[in-house]
Structures are given as structure tokens and as C-alpha cells.
């Protein structure tokens, strides 16, 4: 859906739109995509340890993902794969002491294969007083995924008892999660990763995709038939051709590449790949922890999360949805403050000025025909906001020419 909004002028005139479509909810999908800490900012980690408390179910192979976390901290602080970013920026524990981010580990027994018991434990942790402030709850499979899908029990042990927790505790975002790979089972292994993912897809859930990751190195090459070890077949049931781990790790620097830690049944560079993208994971959360779409700094900016989620509200009773000016980076409360062109230069080249926001990103369109509602991207216009007074100029002169400009999430 397009995440735009939009004012147009002739010329020097300007003529106020407003046009944005709501982009519901999307899936949040997390996968080997997401492995990347770099592309991760101060700005980001720090508003997930601020606003997250999460409790984290798992046995041993949902280890990875926190004893590579602890292992990031140490990682991090050293400069490792040129991160630089404040000292223990990465730390965690359980209760969100000393500014790290709080992170329950073991919160409930057990495992997500071992229903109901799952679903029983979640409750009981969720009941108690003193996890009121728990706003994630995230659980991991071990061995049992595969299985479940052959018995066809995934709906009724894992879907159906997941939205039944999701109803009862609507402040609450629940992580799904693939299981590991299995060589010795992998069709039924990859059919019950397909069913979970499209479930996801389908349902606007969050998933944290451990099985994909496990089948790709940090490069991107794909290994269709692998085990949870990382070493890689021909075919399933075949013998081993390699490990792609311990070869990536092999051909690459121990504390500048990839740093060693436990990581159970595995191999450490899988883990710290798990670990780059849980903490992804956390920053997409807290940015918008409601999971209605608007980010919640923004929200939280104009009044609050609770006064915003409905894409057509007019709270300033403007011409302009919430969403629109959501995207605009508006204040929704100020019938005054709205996208607009303010002057154009009569000039060339010409130069439209405006008041920006510095977090988003505007481009002009044009058109020669405002009824047809042709427009085409003006080359060289794309401008990322300065915050407040700002222009763009582009080596546009044809007086004749209706342009538009545009507002869009960076």
C-alpha cells in the first residue's frame, strides 16, 4: 500500500490534497535478512531496552539465541564487524537493570513442542503480578515441529492455544518461531516452516524465522539440505558435503567477523547470526509495539498511543486522516500544521519550499495534465528532510507543469 502523502501547485499556486492510503498492519516477518547489526542505530537499540520486558521459553537449541546475545555484548564493546556504538550497548538481563534491556530468560519452563504445558505456563507467568509489566512473550521449539505437522496437530497446539493468549492478553505481542532444520526429517520439517510462515503472513503475525536462518552463511548463499550442526547434503538423507559454518568461519577473523560462544547443537556463527537478528527483532517491536501501524514515538509525541490507531480519524477535525498526517510527520491535534508547498520560486531552476520533517523523505512528481492523473517522479528531487524550513530545487522550467509534492517514511 503506499505510504504517502501529497500537496500539488501550478506553478507558484498551491493547491492542498492530502492523498494517503492506509497501509494496514503488515506481518512482521525476521529472517536471515535481518543479520545485519549494522544496519542497526543508538536510536533504535535504546528505544527497545526502554519500552520492552519480555519473557522467553526455550530448552537447548532456543539457547542460541540468548547465550548469543550475552556473547554480543563483549563482541560489540571490542569493535567487531565495525560496530561502533556506546559500551555494553547490547546488554541484557532480567529486569532491565542499569539500562539494559530486559530480558527473561527461562521465564516459563519447558518448550513451545510440549502442549499444553506451554500454554498452562504462559498463563501462569502472564497471572502473575509480578510480570505485569511483560509486554512480549516469545517461546521456542526444539525437536518437536516436524512432528507436529505429520500429526496435523500445528493447529491445535500451536495456532489455536497462540491467538487464544493473543485474545486474552491484547497488551501482549506474541512471537511465533520456526523450529531448527532436521536433515533426517526434512521434508516434513520445511512443510511445517511453510504452514507457520503463511500462517504469519495471513494473520499480520510477528515471526522469528530460526529455521531460515539456518540456511544461509552470513554471505547469503543459500544451502537447500541442512542440519542443525550447519553441515549441508546433496540431498536429504545423503551424506555430508560440508559445514558452512565452520567453513565461513574458517575463511574469516575469530573477534572481527565472528566471535566464539556457546551455541548449542550448532555452530557459534549461527548463533550469532540468530542473535543479530533477535535484536532486530526487538527494535521493529518497540517501534510500533501496538502493532497498528503508527510508529509509537509518534504517537506517544501527539498525546499517546491509546488517543491514535483508527487510519481515518481527523483528531484536528482537517481535511487530513491521522495517517496521513502520520506520514507527513504532522501534528494530528493542530489543524495548522499540514503538508503543504508554501512559495515557489517563478525562477529556474525551480525550487519549492516547504517545511520538512527530519524523518522523512520528500520528492516532487509533476504532470502537465491534472485531470488524467499521470505524474512522474521529478529526476534528482528525492530529499531527505532538514527539519523545519526547507526547499527542494530541480532543473524544471516548463511553466505549464502541475507538480506535486510527496512525503514518505524513510
Not at 58 to 73: E, P
Not at 135 to 157: F, H, P, R
Not at 211 to 219: V, W
Not at 328 to 334: I, K, R, V, Y
Request: charged share 20%.
Amino acid at each position: 500500500m503506499e505510504k504517502t502523502i501529497k500537496c500539488m501547485m501550478f506553478v507558484w499556486l498551491i493547491f492542498g490534497s492530502g492523498i494517503a492510503s492506509f497501509a494496514a498492519v503488515a506481518p512482521l516477518i525476521i529472517d536471515h535478512r535481518h543479520i545485519d547489526i549494522n544496519q542497526l542505530t543508538q536510536l533504535e537499540i535504546e528505544r527497545a531496552k526502554s519500552v520492552l520486558h519480555i519473557g522467553y521459553g526455550h530448552t537447548s537449541h532456543g539457547s542460541q539465541i540468548t547465550d548469543d546475545m550475552s556473547g554480543l555484548v563483549g563482541f560489540a564493546n571490542w569493535g567487531g564487524l565495525g560496530i561502533s556504538l556506546p559500551i555494553d550497548i547490547f546488554e541484557w538481563n532480567n529486569g532491565g537493570t542499569d539500562g539494559a534491556l530486559d530480558l527473561h530468560d527461562y521465564a516459563m519452563g519447558g518448550d513451545v513442542g510440549y502442549y499444553p504445558a506451554w500454554y498452562n505456563n504462559t498463563v501462569a507467568y502472564l497471572d502473575n503480578p509480578a510480570n505485569a509489566d511483560v509486554n512480549v512473550i516469545m517461546w521456542s521449539w526444539c525437536g518437536q515441529m516436524d512432528d507436529k505437522y505429520n500429526a496435523g496437530t500445528l493447529t491445535n497446539e500451536y495456532f489455536a492455544p497462540m491467538a487464544a493468549l493473543e485474545a486474552a492478553y491484547s497488551n501482549v505481542v506474541f512471537v511465533y518461531m520456526t523450529g531448527h532444520v532436521d536433515i533426517w526429517n526434512d521434508a516434513n520439517n520445511k512443510a511445517a516452516c511453510a504452514v507457520i510462515r503463511q500462517w504469519c503472513i495471513d494473520n499480520n503475525k510477528v515471526l522469528f524465522d530460526f529455521n531460515d536462518i539456518e540456511h544461509y552463511n552470513p554471505d547469503g548463499t543459500f544451502f537447500e539440505f541442512v542440519n542443525d550442526d550447519c553441515s549441508y547434503y546433496s540431498y536429504a538423507g545423503g551424506s555430508a558435503q560440508g559445514n558452512w559454518a565452520t567453513e565461513w568461519q574458517a575463511t574469516h577473523t575469530e573477534d572481527v567477523d565472528w566471535y566464539d560462544c556457546d551455541s548449542a547443537h550448532s555452530e557459534p556463527l549461527n548463533a550469532n547470526m540468530k542473535a543479530y537478528a533477535v535484536w532486530k527483532l526487538w527494535c521493529e517491536l518497540a517501534e510500533d509495539l501496538d502493532r497498528d501501524g503508527f510508529r509509537d514515538e509518534w504517537e506517544e509525541r501527539f498525546g499517546g498511543t491509546s488517543l491514535f490507531g483508527n487510519p481515518e480519524a481527523h483528531s484536528d477535525a482537517d481535511v487530513f486522516t491521522d495517517w496521513q498526517e502520520f506520514i507527513a510527520d504532522t501534528n494530528p491535534t493542530n489543524s495548522d500544521d499540514y503538508l503543504c508547498i508554501n512559495s515557489v520560486s517563478k525562477n529556474s531552476p525551480l525550487t519549492v519550499y516547504f517545511e520538512s520533517s527530519s524523518n522523512r523523505i520528500y520528492s516532487l512528481l509533476w504532470s502537465t495534465n491534472m485531470v488524467d492523473g499521470v505524474w512522474t517522479d521529478v529526476p534528482g528531487s528525492l530529499h531527505m528532510g532538514a527539519g523545519g524550513a526547507d526547499s527542494i530545487t530541480v532543473n524544471r522550467t516548463a511553466p505549464a507543469e502541475f507538480y506535486k509534492l510527496e512525503a514518505e517514511l524513510p
